[in-house]
C-alpha cells in the first residue's frame, strides 16, 4: 500500500515509525513531515490546508490510505474532499469531527445523550461570564470554545484568575476559537487520556496515557500542547476501561450515527476519573501529542492494519494488543516555550541518545543549518522509554536526556510523578 501520514509533529513521527513495521506498506509519504522522519518516509512539499491540492497527490501517487495527524484538517473537512474522490482516509468527516472543534457542541452532544461530564455554562461575552464566575467561585474552568492548539484552557484558582482568562480569551489571542466561551464546574479528580479506534459502528480499545500540561514542574505555570506522557495509565485499571468504553464511548458512537454523523477514525477522550466515576473533561479526534510517543511503542501489532479496518469499517471487536511494557516520553523545549519559543539554537548528542537501549526519540521541530541540528519550533523533541514499569521507562528516559547537549532547551523532570506516588518504593 501506498501510505500518505499528514502532519509535522512529534506524534506523526511516532505514527509513521508504526507504520513503517506493516508487511501491508509499499511506500510513505509524509506531508510535510519533519527532519526526523526522512529516514522513513518521503517528505513531500505540501499544503495540508490545501485540500485540492492534496486531493491531486493522492491521485497523481496512487495513495491507498491517507492518514490524519493534526485536528485542524479534520475540523476543516479534509476527510470529506478526500472521501467524495474515492480515496480512503482515517479520520472522521467534518461532522463528526465537531466534537473537538467546538467544545460547545461536545457540551450539547453530551447532554442529549447522556454522558457524564462537568455543569457549564456558554457566553459570548465577557460581563456576563464573569458574573457567572463570581456567583460560582473558584476553582473554575475556562476554556475557548474553538481550536486552540491545546492552550486555550485555564482552570482557575481565583476569580481574579478567572476574569483575566475570560478577558485573554475574548481579546482575539486565539482567535476564532475565543469568541465564544465554556465556563465549567471543576472536576476534581485524577486525569487520563483514553484512545479507542472506531469504525462507525464498533469501537476497539486502544490505550490509555496520561499527560502532563503545565510547563513547570509540580503542576506549575501556564498549561502548553504537553509536556510529557506515560501509557498505560495506572488508573485505568480493567474495570475502569470497562466502564470508560460502555458510559462514554459507546454512547458517543450511537449519538454520533443517530445524528448522522457516524465517528471514524480515533477518539481520545480526556477524562477526570473522579470519586462517583469517569467523566468527560473533552473529546479530540485525532491521536494525542505527547500520549502517542508514549503510546505506539507498546502496540503489539500492526496500525496499518488497523487504521485501514476502521476505515472499512471492519474493526476487531477486542482491545488492541499492547506490550505490558510500560513507555514514558519527555518533551524537550525551546526556551520560551509556550510563549514565543526561541529558534536556532543548536542540539547536539542526538545520535548517541537514540542508540541507547528500549529509547526512542521523536522529532517536532527542528531542522538542519548546514550539518548542525537547530531548534524550529516550541516543543522540538521527544525522547521516550521503554521500561518494565514507570520507573525503569522514566529512568532511561531521562539517561538518555542527560546525553543530549542543548543549552537552548529545557524539560520537566518530574514526568511520571503521579504513578510514581502510587508506589513510593520505586
Known amino acids: ?28 509519504f509524509v506531508a510535510p513531515g519533519n527532519l526526523g522522519m526522512t529516514a522513513l518516509a518521503r517528505a513531500v512539499a505540501l499544503n495540508i490546508r490545501d485540500h485540492p491540492a492534496v486531493v491531486a497527490f493522492c491521485k497523481a501517487n496512487r495513495i491507498d490510505l491517507v492518514v490524519v495527524g493534526p485536528e485542524a484538517p479534520l475540523v476543516a473537512g479534509i476527510v470529506d474532499g478526500l472521501a467524495a474522490e474515492g480515496i480512503k482516509t482515517f479520520g472522521p468527516s467534518k461532522a463528526a469531527a465537531r466534537l473537538e472543534g467546538s467544545k460547545a457542541f461536545a457540551k450539547e452532544f453530551c447532554a442529549r ?3 457524564p461530564t462537568a455543569p457549564y455554562a456558554r457566553f459570548a461575552g465577557a460581563a456576563p461570564a464573569k458574573t ?5 467561585g473558584p476553582p473554575i474552568v475556562i476554556k475557548a470554545d474553538g481550536l486552540a ?13 478567572a476574569e483575566a482568562a475570560i478577558d485573554q480569551t475574548f481579546s482575539g489571542e486565539f482567535g476564532e476559537a475565543g469568541q465564544t466561551i465554556l465556563v465549567e464546574d471543576f472536576l476534581d479528580g485524577e486525569e487520563v487520556s483514553f484512545f479507542a479506534l472506531c469504525d462507525g459502528a464498533r469501537a ?7 499527560d502532563h500540561k503545565r ?13 510529557g506522557a506515560y501509557s498505560p ?5 480493567a474495570r475502569m476501561r470497562e466502564r470508560v468504553m460502555r458510559t462514554i464511548v459507546a454512547p458517543t458512537l450511537k449519538g454520533m450515527a443517530a445524528m448522522g454523523a457516524p465517528f471514524k477514525g480515533v477518539l481520545f477522550a480526556g477524562l477526570m476519573i473522579c470519586a462517583d466515576g469517569p467523566r468527560l473533561i473533552e473529546y479530540n479526534v485525532r491521536f494525542g501529542d505527547p500520549e502517542t510517543q508514549a503510546m505506539l511503542p507498546r502496540l503489539d501489532e500492526d496500525l496499518l492494519a488497523l487504521l485501514l479496518a476502521c476505515v472499512e469499517e471492519r474493526l476487531p471487536e477486542r482491545p488492541a494488543r499492547l506490550s505490558a511494557k510500560t513507555a514514558l516520553s519527555v518533551v524537550l523545549a525551546a526556551k520560551g516555550y509556550p510563549g514565543a519559543p526561541v529558534r536556532g539554537s543548536e542540539i547536539h548528542g542526538i545520535e548517541r541518545a537514540g542508540a541507547m537501549p528500549f529509547v526512542l526519540i521523536t522529532h517536532a521541530g527542528t531542522k538542519r543549518e548546514g550539518q548542525a541540528l ?7 523533541l521527544n525522547v521516550t522509554g521503554v521500561g518494565a514499569d514507570v520507573a525503569d521507562a522514566r529512568a532511561r528516559a531521562y539517561a538518555a536526556i542527560d546525553v543530549i547537549d542543548w543549552p537552548g532547551g529545557f524539560y520537566r523532570r518530574d514526568i511520571g510523578w503521579r504513578a510514581l506516588a502510587r508506589d513510593p518504593i520505586k
Open 204 to 210: 476497539m480499545e486502544f490505550a490509555s496515557a496520561q
Open 113 to 115: 445523550f447522556k454522558i
Open 215 to 227: 510547563v513547570g514542574e509540580g503542576e506549575l505555570g501556564p498549561n502548553t500542547g504537553g509536556m
Open 132 to 136: 457567572y464566575v463570581r456567583g460560582k
Open 149 to 161: 492548539a491545546g492552550k486555550g484552557v485555564t482552570v482557575a484558582a481565583s476569580i481574579e484568575e
Open 233 to 237: 495509565a495506572p488508573v485505568m485499571d
Open 374 to 380: 537547530v531548534a524550529d519550533g516550541g516543543r522540538v
Open 1 to 28: 500500500m501506498n501510505v500518505l501520514l499528514l502532519g509535522s509533529g512529534g506524534r506523526e513521527h511516532a505514527i509513521a515509525i508504526a507504520l513503517a513495521k506493516s508487511p501491508l506498506l509499499e511506500t510513505l
